[in-house]
């Protein structure tokens, strides 16, 4: 009987899984309480593994393959299965992995990595330039891949060893994206069956794969690095709510959780508390409504009456106390957030607002707004009035929303939540604010929510001085020497989307990945968490262990 969702929690029986089995009867109280003070073994009973629920959103749904979303897309991470060029360090520093060694030509058009030459797929062939120029271009040609290299013209294998990416156009970000890139076998690549039966190179293979239930990865014996200390991952995919339940019975090592759910935590577990650059934000419309924005194929309405006024946008950011929100809402696990890229090197200082109430009204009195009989601000007929959409099945977004509202009130502006499914939400997006989550360890989301033209640019603002800034970053031929011009582009002393500026976006706040570990069990240092409840947890699995 294979781990579901359903009697995964009944804990009866035995789960067989590949090698190992799970007693669900018997297994030891891993969270519940009376355990003891550290165990030494999984669930399971074995030392060299370990059992972690994460989000039914964190399965890949076309598989373990990198030309679609594996690794990539909202939920970026390391794909563990395949290896990648380059990845990066806990302080988001890059460092090799295939590559040996990478450069930039001056113009910023042609990039060229040496890779390594012993480095085999677990079908004992040979990984080459080629398969890496066979995964970058066959991402280009997938209409449906989520990893952005639309950049790369060609990559071109120049021989076994070295790899060359001609441009289109400078973007030196695309190094952040090739470190969760996963390289696929041009040999034995096949795109109706790879997903289910990967062939890779790195830390770990496919060992069993039960759809919408739970994947199982064993350490790859052939490895060309340092072998795993986590000889099996099992990866059981559940809601928030079994998530917790898994962990007070006692049948997982490591259970998500959310902040509206950790004071629930289990007698003999410890909360692990991530970093992250996980952030809540609220996109706000810049254009008056009756426009259009195009969303692949779909023309979908753009504006709003309200939030169109810079004088709104401005307030509202100026009327949210961040501290105060996360305190009610979050139990502190959390920290404010002003940008989509807080605590990163191209964060920008000038997108922190410090909260003043008197200051927001100051703003919308002088902007033409009067406050009414009902003490909502209105001018030239128009309420401050507006609709805030959130993710219906998010218990945390629901929470923060239904706070901003209560906090916007007081500064005079109704604010009316509104759950709604993501695809209902997703076509509203240019047309009324929406309660987002984004962040990732890269530029190229500030780049995707502010450029002109970009995917993500649901607040439909157009700026050709921020866009010459975005530019201007992505030019340059080190990534280090970027980081002035990203921060320009939020603010350059005139222009931006800083709350002084455009005011695009009012952010708030980073939330905490929190995890009901259990006790006995060493986690290793993580890089700060992107959006996603998921995999990047699981990033440097290859390095746990367990006590004793």
């Known amino acids: 009987m294979a781990i579901t969702r359903r009697n995964f929690l009944k804990c009866a029986g035995v789960a067989g899984i590949g090698a190992m089995s799970l007693s669900m009867g018997g297994v030891l109280s891993a969270c519940s309480s009376g355990s003891s003070e550290g165990a030494k073994a999984s669930v399971s009973g074995n030392a060299n593994e370990v059992v972690v629920t994460m989000t039914p959103a964190s399965e890949p749904a076309s598989g373990f393959d990198p030309l679609f979303s594996w690794g990539c897309g909202e939920h970026v991470h390391e794909p563990l299965i395949q290896s990648t060029l380059v990845t990066t360090d806990t302080n988001l520093n890059f460092v090799n992995d295939l590559a040996t060694d990478y450069s930039c030509s001056d113009d910023g058009l042609t ?4 890779i390594r030459d012993d480095v085999k797929f677990t079908d004992g062939k040979p990984l080459t330039a080629r398969d890496v120029a066979f995964t970058i271009n066959g991402i280009n040609a997938a209409e449906v891949a989520e990893a952005d290299l639309s950049m790369v013209k ?18 030196n970000a695309l190094l952040y994206t090739l470190a969760v890139v996963g390289i696929v076998p041009e040999h034995a690549y096949n795109s109706k069956t790879y997903g ?3 062939i890779g190179s790195g830390r770990y293979v496919l060992e069993q794969w039960d759809q919408g239930q739970q994947v199982i990865l064993k350490a790859n014996p052939d490895y060309y690095g340092e072998a795993p200390k986590m000889e099996r991952l099992i990866v059981v995919f559940m809601e928030e709510d079994a998530s917790l339940a898994a962990a007070k019975s006692g049948q997982v090592d490591i259970a998500y959780t959310a902040a509206t759910k950790a004071s ?4 003999a577990c410890e909360l692990l508390v991530c970093k992250s650059v996980d952030s809540r934000g609220i996109s706000l419309p810049t254009i008056a409504p009756g426009n259009k924005r195009s969303d692949g194929n779909a023309k979908l309405d753009a504006g709003n009456a309200v939030t169109q006024d810079v004088a709104i946008r401005r307030a509202l950011n100026y009327a949210l106390d961040r501290e105060t929100m996360i305190a009610n809402v979050l139990g502190g696990y959390g920290t404010p957030a002003y940008s989509v890229s807080d605590g990163m090197p191209w964060a920008s200082d000038d997108m922190k607002v410090d909260f003043d109430l008197e200051k927001a009204k100051s703003i919308l009195e002088e902007g033409g707004w009067k406050l009414g009989s009902d003490g909502i601000y209105e001018k030239k007929g128009t309420r401050a009035a507006f609709d805030l959409y959130y993710a219906a099945t998010d218990s945390v977004r629901q929470a923060l929303a239904v706070e901003f509202a209560n906090q916007m009130k007081e500064l005079g502006i109704e604010v009316n939540t509104k759950g709604a499914s993501w695809d209902d939400q997703s076509a509203k997006g240019f047309c009324e604010p929406i309660l987002w989550g984004w962040g990732s360890n890269s530029p190229v989301e ?11 640019n649901f607040a439909c603002y157009e700026n050709k001085t921020v866009d010459i800034h975005f530019d201007a970053a992505l030019a340059k031929t080190k990534v280090e020497d970027s980081y002035g011009e990203w921060k320009a582009a939020q603010w350059d002393g005139k222009e931006g989307i800083a709350p002084q500026g455009a005011a695009t976006w009012v952010w708030l706040a980073n939330v905490d990945h929190l995890y009901f570990k259990r ?19 699981v990033n440097n699995v290859d390095r746990w262990s367990w006590e004793g």
């Open 264 to 267: 629930a935590m289990p007698d």
């Open 196 to 198: 289910k039966k990967p």
């Open 111 to 114: 990039w060229t990595f040496k």
């Open 519 to 537: 006790k006995g069990l060493t986690v290793a240092d993580q890089k700060p968490h992107p959006h996603g409840h998921g995999w990047s947890l």
């Open 154 to 171: 060609k990559a071109v294998a120049v021989n076994d060893t070295t790899v060359e990416l001609h441009l289109s156009k400078p973007f």
């Open 446 to 456: 500030l780049y995707d929510l502010s450029y002109s033209d970009a995917w993500g």
